[in-house]
């Protein structure tokens, strides 16, 4: 199996979200489902069949979580040395040629990925465009309104 690479706060929140699902969620739904089996007939329980459809969708986000965990390697972008150069867990300044606006961008796993907090994923067209660049470079990216060209203004390892 591959490894899926996240940093070590998508991974910590991730855990979160597993160690919710098993202490909070999974005793909750287990609780339903017992209650609405107390009510007695369950062919025609629409209180049971939404309790078993809820563990089903807890069981699958448990087993999905267990799985990407499995498979991550964990990166803590504070321990990484590239040299200045942009790699996965890069906080990266840039600044617009067009219009000079400036965006931060963390480049992170997909599961991490939020471009509205500044997250994006390692596979998206602007990440693959910053790659390997450092501070100075001009970073050229096919966006639906055309091509976009960015200055590498800081690269931080944060």
Not at 7 to 34: C, D, F, M, Y
Request: hydrophobic share 40%; charged share 30%.
């Amino acid at each position: 199996m591959a490894t899926i690479p996240i940093t070590k706060k998508g991974a910590e929140k991730l855990k979160a979200e597993l160690h919710q699902l098993k202490t909070v969620e999974r005793p909750h739904v287990i609780n339903l489902i017992s209650e609405a089996r107390a009510q007695g007939d369950l062919s025609e329980n629409a209180e049971y069949d939404a309790a078993k459809d809820k563990q089903g969708f807890v069981e699958g986000r448990i087993q999905e979580i267990e799985g990407k965990l499995s498979a991550a390697q964990v990166i803590d972008p504070a321990e990484v040395d590239a040299g200045g150069k942009v790699v996965f867990g890069s906080t990266i300044e840039l600044e617009d040629e067009d219009s000079g606006d400036k965006v931060t961008y963390q480049i992170v796993g997909e599961d991490e990925a939020d471009i509205k907090l500044g997250l994006v994923n390692i596979s998206s067209p602007i990440a693959r465009a910053l790659i390997g660049k450092g501070e100075g470079d001009t970073a050229e990216v096919q966006a639906p309104g055309g091509i976009k060209r960015y200055e590498i203004i800081a690269v931080m390892y944060i």
